[in-house]
């Protein structure tokens, strides 16, 4: 069945005389990472880059929490281990994943395990603190704020 071009156009404007639909919001995208043994989240909007197995060399440091440097797409990144900055233990070990922060100084967090992605509904009015997946409590890590911890 064909249209007529008078029908078209009446189509046409009834679609400029209705209301626009509410703009959809964007699902809020978080990893969940293990660390020390506990579950945990990261914004993906956080987030420059994630890499697997990414070699972590020792420098020598008294800097708390500090496991080595990474060359990760040609930049020398300072690595810290999360579970150090999580108060998980006392001593930095590299982790087989490293997350990399976004901001204009990259660092690279190390941490345990990835267990996944998952896409929720936006926050209404601000950043979300702790989430529920499948039954579990996550506390969403906050990396801008380890930043200036670290």
Not at 1 to 19: I, K, W, Y
Not at 44 to 62: E, F, K, L, M, N
Not at 64 to 82: E, H, K, M, Q
Request: negative net charge; hydrophobic residues 45%.
């Amino acid at each position: 069945m064909s249209l007529t071009p008078d029908a078209l156009r009446a189509a046409f404007d009834r679609e400029f005389g209705e209301p626009h639909p509410p703009e959809a919001r964007d699902k809020y995208a978080l990893i969940l990472v293990g660390v020390g043994g506990e579950r945990y989240a990261i914004a993906v909007d956080a987030i420059s880059a994630i890499q697997i197995d990414a070699r972590v060399g020792p420098v020598p440091s008294t800097e708390r929490g500090l496991c080595g440097l990474a060359t990760v797409r040609n930049a020398i990144l300072p690595v810290y281990d999360l579970g150090v900055a999580l108060g998980h233990r006392a001593q930095a070990v590299a982790g087989r994943w490293i997350v990399i922060a976004r901001g204009d100084v990259p660092i690279a967090w190390s941490f345990d395990t990835m267990e996944g992605q998952i896409r929720i509904e936006p926050p209404e009015g601000g950043a979300v603190s702790t989430i529920d997946v499948a039954g579990v409590p996550r506390r969403v890590i906050d990396l801008e704020e380890l930043r200036h911890a670290a």
